[in-house]
Nanobody
Framework: QVQLVESGGGLVQPGGSLTLSCAAS????????VAWYLQAPGKQRELVAA???????NYADSAQGRFTISRDNVKNTVSLQMTSLKPEDTGVYYC????????????WGQGTQVTVSS
């Protein structure tokens, strides 16, 4: 019913910036909490940032001060602005959203690769 599509990943040098986007599409729905997760090579998927329906945000300690999550409720998109990127930021970034059609359920995007390397 609903699909999440991430975009914006790529190769960037340490200290550089990158902005990821997550777009929701499908039938009638409403979006509650949206979060970005990072799955680094050889590691479990970890929460990077989250944003609630009212705009409240939550960041992992590693992302605090460097990453900014935002949402456009009209366009049904969520962005993750990443600055001062470090090699340890490398991995696949996934968008996760709690979306209500008939009832709330969790949706995951397919992920977008971010590589921070010199």
């Amino acid at each position: 019913q609903v699909q999440l599509v991430e975009s914006g990943g790529g190769l960037v040098q340490p200290g550089g910036s990158l902005t990821l986007s997550c777009a929701a599409s499908g039938s009638r729905f409403s979006i509650n909490v949206v979060a970005w997760y990072l799955q680094a090579p050889g590691k479990q998927r970890e929460l990077v940032a989250a944003i609630g329906s009212g705009g409240s945000t939550n960041y992992a300690d590693s992302a605090q001060g460097r990453f900014t999550i935002s949402r456009d409720n009209v366009k049904n998109t969520v962005s993750l602005q990443m600055t001062s990127l470090k090699p340890e930021d490398t991995g696949v970034y996934y968008c996760k959203a709690v979306i209500v059609v008939d009832f709330p359920r969790v949706y995951w995007g397919q992920g977008t690769q971010v590589t921070v390397s010199s």
